[in-house]
């Protein structure tokens, strides 16, 4: 129920700046390099997130205003404690993570909030999440209904407060990482993906979940204070959201918090210029259908900033055959 970071884990964790080992003291830890100060909060987690000074807020101004609607919007949703919302959210990716996919190893968990994803792994696997939400386990004692329905978020959860795109551990540490409804949140997907690259190990694999839009709507949604109704994905969307006010539920966000709304062949391009490469896509089942899962290895040699044209070719087929069944790129691990 509390975040931890074991002695035998700090062996994984680097300078998220230099990727060099950090010192370790009782309760901080630093880099000799850059000179870089990391300390463990009152709450148990260790923070490695950078202390911009105010002056400098404006380098990361789109996303804080982003992160701050989404921490916001949660805090509701963790307020009502509905048990029924949290079965149906684990009914709705059972079969991803049972059927379609299995994790299992040292697993990276990019933006995994309170480590809602050890509930369908196997209890040989070691898992950490990374995530830049500071309060995530604040309140969890006062969310019984949660706690009933994820009985694994009464164990400590290995976490450390991280950004994606600056990642504190060192190279090749990871059987998978893990980023499920967090691509479309980060401030550079470019870089995170790199980052996740990094800290793979040479056979490893990466998974991600994300919504993509098949219409022609903005795919950079989000711009410092100025709001936005929530995110239009088509008839779909509006019919989930009336859905959700009859049955009283909580409403979408008052602002986007997304970063990015990728299309599927703009996900996978961004997969293959970041020198994965792509075994298998799932399709989640209703009634998030917009939901995409593409399983990627790391590319066995170095890449180019221009994908392969014959690769993306091949990847660029019509959103009907792409939705009729899994399609496996290349043979999976």
């Known amino acids: 129920m509390t975040p931890q970071l074991p002695p035998e884990l700090r062996e994984w964790i680097a300078c998220p700046l230099c990727k060099l080992p950090?010192?370790?003291?009782?309760?901080?830890?630093?880099?000799?390099?850059?000179?870089?100060?990391?300390?463990?909060?009152?709450?148990?987690?260790?923070?490695?997130?950078?202390?911009?000074?105010?002056?400098?807020?404006?380098?990361?101004?789109?996303?804080?205003?982003?992160?701050?609607?989404?921490?916001?919007?949660?805090a509701k949703l963790a307020h009502r404690d509905?048990?029924?919302?949290?079965?149906?959210?684990?009914?709705?990716?059972?079969?991803?993570?049972?059927?379609?996919?299995?994790?299992?190893?040292?697993?990276?968990?990019?933006?995994?909030?309170?480590?809602?994803?050890?509930?369908?792994?196997?209890?040989?696997?070691?898992?950490?999440?990374?995530?830049?939400?500071?309060?995530?386990?604040?309140?969890?004692?006062?969310?019984?209904?949660l706690l009933r329905a994820y009985p694994c978020l009464r164990q400590p959860c290995n976490f450390v407060r991280a950004p994606a795109e600056r990642l504190p551990f060192r190279a090749a540490c990871f059987d998978f990482v893990?980023?499920?409804?967090?691509?479309?949140?980060?401030?550079?997907?470019?870089?995170?993906?790199?980052?996740?690259?990094?800290?793979?190990?040479?056979?490893?694999?990466?998974?991600?979940?994300?919504?993509?839009?098949?219409?022609?709507?903005?795919?950079?949604?989000?711009?410092?204070?100025?709001?936005?109704?929530?995110?239009?994905?088509?008839?779909?969307?509006?019919?989930?959201?009336?859905?959700?006010?009859?049955?009283g539920g909580a409403a979408p966000p008052p602002t986007d918090h997304h970063m990015w709304h990728p299309t599927f062949d703009e996900l996978q391009e961004l997969l293959i210029r970041s020198c994965f490469t792509l075994e298998k896509h799932h399709w989640q089942k209703p009634p998030h259908s917009d939901c995409v899962y593409m399983l990627a290895a790391r590319s066995p040699t170095s890449c180019s900033e221009t994908a392969p044209q014959a690769e993306l070719r091949i990847l660029r087929q019509p959103a009907a055959n792409r939705r009729s069944s899994d399609a496996a790129l290349t043979p999976a691990r």
């Not at 709450?43 to 997130?49: E, K, N, P, Q, V």
């Not at 709507?217 to 989930?240: D, E, F, K, M």
Request: aromatic share 10%.
């Open 22 to 74: 950090l010192h370790w003291h009782e309760t901080e830890c630093h880099c000799e390099v850059c000179g870089r100060r990391f300390v463990q909060t009152a709450s148990g987690a260790w923070d490695f997130m950078l202390d911009y000074p105010a002056f400098l807020a404006f380098v990361t101004a789109a996303w804080r205003e982003g992160q701050q609607a989404y921490e916001s919007y949660s």
């Open 82 to 145: 509905d048990e029924g919302r949290y079965l149906g959210q684990i009914d709705e990716v059972r079969e991803v993570y049972t059927e379609a996919f299995r994790l299992d190893g040292r697993i990276l968990d990019v933006g995994g909030h309170q480590g809602r994803l050890r509930h369908f792994l196997p209890p040989t696997a070691t898992y950490i999440s990374a995530d830049p939400f500071a309060a995530l386990f604040a309140d969890l004692r006062e969310q019984p209904a």
């Open 178 to 247: 893990h980023m499920r409804s967090v691509l479309d949140h980060f401030a550079d997907p470019f870089l995170a993906l790199a980052e996740a690259r990094r800290v793979l190990h040479p056979h490893g694999r990466l998974l991600i979940g994300v919504a993509v839009r098949e219409d022609g709507t903005s795919a950079v949604p989000h711009a410092p204070h100025v709001a936005h109704g929530p995110r239009q994905a088509g008839i779909l969307a509006t019919v989930r959201t009336a859905v959700r006010k009859c049955l």
